[in-house]
């Protein structure tokens, strides 16, 4: 069972223009989520969060807005540049798990491909 | 560069074998887990470690095992190896274990079971 799902494998965007990555989450008691960029060969690198008591985050070029009601959330990167070109993961932290863990749920990722 | 730091890097096991990964977390980081990618997959939490101790563990079998040292370093061990197991294992370290705490991670170690 996924319970958090990035719908669309890839995307392609053209260089200065806006990359909107999507997320969907099945399960209420998420209320952290987090975006990572992963390069291959690489770790997954923090970009930004966003807590559930918040609708909005803001880190410069990278927006992520948070839709409680309808469980979604969403990555904009704006303007979008070539070095942004790297999958990108949607993660979401539950409240409670055993004694108070902070475990991430993944979702599969979006390719982004930023063209010059 | 996050500061978490994990070897090897990349290593071949045949079935069967045994394998130790590990990783040293970021400087002030108590907090260490270690999450399984597979190919086209998100990353899968596999436990996590707190103050030497197991603190909250995934959806994997007994033969994945791990420990936390006193200087919050860790070690991933996985028993009797399977084809499947071939995956990148990523550490990551964070301040604390309350959701809220951004988790960092490692670079990886790729483990082919061959």
């Known amino acids: 069972d996924q319970q958090v799902k990035q719908n669309s494998p890839s995307l392609s965007v053209q260089e200065g223009r806006i990359s909107i990555l999507n997320c969907d989450y099945t399960?209420?008691?998420?209320?952290?989520f987090l975006w990572y960029k992963k390069y291959p060969a690489e770790g997954p690198t923090f970009l930004i969060s966003?807590?559930?008591?918040?609708d909005k985050n803001e880190d410069g070029r990278f927006t992520v807005f948070l839709n409680k009601s309808a469980k979604h959330l969403s990555l904009h990167i704006v303007p979008s540049q070539p070095g942004d070109s790297a999958v990108y993961f949607c993660?979401?932290?539950?409240?409670?798990?055993?004694?108070?863990?902070?475990?991430?749920?993944f979702g599969t990722g979006t390719l982004l491909a930023v063209q010059p | 560069e996050t500061g978490v730091t994990q070897s090897p890097t990349h290593l071949i096991k045949t079935r069967g074998q045994q394998v130790t990964l590990r990783c040293s977390s970021q400087?002030?980081?108590?907090?260490v887990s270690w999450y399984q990618q597979a190919l086209g997959q998100g990353p899968q939490f596999i436990f996590q470690?707190?103050?030497?101790?197991?603190?909250g563990r995934g959806n994997f079998p007994p033969r994945f095992s791990g420990l936390q040292f006193p200087n919050y370093s860790s070690e991933l061990n996985v028993n009797a190896l399977e084809l499947d197991d071939s995956a990148l294992y990523l550490c990551?370290?964070?301040?604390?274990?309350?959701?809220?705490?951004?988790?960092?991670f490692g670079e990886g170690s790729w483990l082919t079971v061959v």
């Open positions: 990551a370290s964070s301040p604390g274990t309350g959701s809220g705490n951004t988790i960092y």
């Open positions: 966003i807590s559930s008591i918040k």
């Open positions: 993660a979401a932290s539950p409240t409670l798990f055993g004694g108070a863990t902070n475990k991430l749920i």
């Open positions: 470690y707190y103050r030497e101790e197991e603190n």
């Open positions: 400087s002030g980081h108590n907090t």
């Open positions: 399960n209420s008691m998420f209320d952290y």
